[in-house]
Structure formats: C-alpha cells, structure tokens
Nanobody, 123 residues
Framework: EVQLVESGGGLVQPGGSLRLSCATS????????IGWFRQAAGNEREGLSW?????????WYRDSVKGRFTISSDDAKNTVYLQMNSLKPEDTGIYYC???????????????WGQGTQVTVSS
C-alpha cells in the first residue's frame, strides 16, 4: 500500500521559510515522480513541483514558486522535501504530497495523495 505522510507545515511570517517533508512507503522510490500540490481556500488544487528521485533527479516547478521553493529527495529515507523561502501570504494553503503525477499545468493530477499539511503565511 502506497503511503505518503507530510510534516512541517505551520504558521510563518511573510518573508520567512518552512521545510515540508513527505515520507513515502509502499513503492520503489525512484519509479514514480513525487511532488507537492497546494490548495488555497476557494481555489482548485495546483501542482507546485515534482522530482524523480534516484539517478534521474529531474525536477519541475510552477513559475510562481521558481527561485523560492526547492524540491529535493533523500533516497536512503524515501523522503521528499520542499524547502520554501521568501514565503508570501498567497502561499497560504493546504500542501499535499503526491506521487505518480501527470498532466499539464492546468490538468496536473496524481495517483497517490498524502493527507495534507496546512501552511499559513501571515503577520
């Protein structure tokens, strides 16, 4: 059974940083891309970034987070991280770890989902 467990959300001031973690199990870590989606109140869930762990290492970022967010993986721990810097109030939302991600910018979706973790950027 595939499991994705997020941690690291919380309340942070604008300009601050947070690191989200996604511990995975139930599949070979390098076989699927793993990434992060965000759902703000009243908005649809949108893909932010993904990574193919292992020797591939390829990554993708949504334009709105490029240069501020960095995705990485620890193959020994089967864990994916999202380092979020220079956070803005519009980054507020529920962040979901996801695996086996496909689709384009507006149609991106995943086969597997974590339970989500709340990130609030506010002064």
């Amino acid at each position: 059974e595939v499991q994705l467990v997020e941690s690291g959300g919380g309340l942070v001031q604008p300009g601050g940083s947070l690191r989200l973690s996604c511990a995975t199990s139930g599949f070979n870590f390098g076989e699927k891309n793993i990434g992060w989606f965000r759902q703000a109140a009243g908005n649809e869930r949108e893909g932010l970034s993904w990574i193919f762990a292992g020797s591939d290492g390829s990554t993708w970022y949504r334009d709105s987070v490029k240069g501020r967010f960095t995705i990485s993986s620890d193959d020994a721990k089967n864990t994916v991280y999202l380092q979020m810097n220079s956070l803005k109030p519009e980054d507020t939302g529920i962040y979901y770890c996801a695996a086996d991600i496909s689709g384009g910018i507006e149609t991106m979706w995943a086969h597997y989902w974590g339970q989500g973790t709340q990130v609030t950027v506010s002064s």
